[in-house]
C-alpha cells in the first residue's frame, strides 16, 4: 500500500474514534507496518498481512483505549506480542511511560527494531514471564494501568494485571464480544483486589467488529502469592 492511501485510511478510520492524527504520527505507523509485514515473513508475529486490516485490526483496535490513558501515567502492556496495544499508545501519547513485556526474545528484538526507527521516546522492552516479572518489588504494584490485549481469559488475565497495578490504578482488558468470561472472574476480583468499574461496548470503525472494553479498578493490594508459579494461572485459573 502506497503512503497516500494508508494515510488516508488510517486517518479516517483516526477520526471515527476522536483521534486526530499528526503527519509525523502517520509515517510512524506506515513505517511499523512495514516492518512488521517484513518481520513477519521470519518470525510469525501475526496472521493480519493485508494493509487495511493491520489499520483496523492492529492500530485502530490499540487505539481505542487512549481516552483511558493519561498523559505522564505509567502503564505496562503484558503479552505486547508484536506491540498491541503499547506501540500505537507511545506514537499518540508522547509523554507516557509505556513498558512492553513479553516472554518471546525474537518479539523483543522486533519491538526494539521498531523503538528505534521510530524514535519512539518513553519507552522499554522487558523479555520476562509475567508470573515471575510482578514478583519483583521494583515492578509490583507501580504501575497506574496495566493493559493486554487478547492474552488470556479473565480471570487469568486478571492474575497477570492487577499484581503491577498500584492501588488505585486500573488494568484495561481488551477482550472480544463476548460477556461470559466476566462472570467466570468474579472470584478472582475479589482475591486479587479489583472491581469491574466500567464495560464499554464497541465496534471498529466501518465494520461488524465488535470488542469490550473491561476497565477493572484496584481497590486493595493484592495478596504476595500472586501471581503465582509460571503456567498454574492458565491451568488452574481463580474459579
Known sequence: ????????????????????LEEKQIEQFYEYMNLLL???EKINLTAIIEPKEV???HFIDSLTIQKYIK??????????GAGFPGIPLSI???NTEITLLDSLNKRILFLE??????????????????????????????????TSRAVASLNVLLEYLLPL??????????????????????????????????IENINLPDSDIKRNIIIVKKIKQTPLKYPRKPGTPSKEPII
Open 1 to 20: 500500500m502506497d503512503f497516500t492511501i494508508f494515510s488516508q485510511e488510517l486517518k479516517e478510520k483516526a477520526k471515527k474514534i476522536n483521534i486526530i
Open 38 to 40: 517484513e518481520w513477519n
Open 55 to 57: 489499520i483496523l485490526k
Open 71 to 80: 498523559e505522564e501515567q505509567k502503564v505496562i502492556d503484558v503479552g505486547t
Open 92 to 94: 499518540i501519547k508522547q
Open 113 to 146: 527494531e521498531i523503538i528505534s526507527s521510530l524514535q519512539l521516546k518513553n519507552i522499554r522492552t522487558v523479555h520476562a514471564r509475567v508470573e515471575e516479572f510482578a514478583k519483583n518489588k521494583k515492578e509490583r504494584e507501580i504501575y497506574d494501568i496495566a
Open 165 to 198: 497495578v498500584k492501588v488505585g490504578g486500573e488494568c484495561i482488558c481488551m477482550k472480544g464480544s463476548s460477556t461470559e468470561e466476566i462472570k467466570e472472574a468474579e472470584k478472582a476480583l475479589e482475591i486479587l483486589g479489583g472491581k469491574i468499574e466500567k
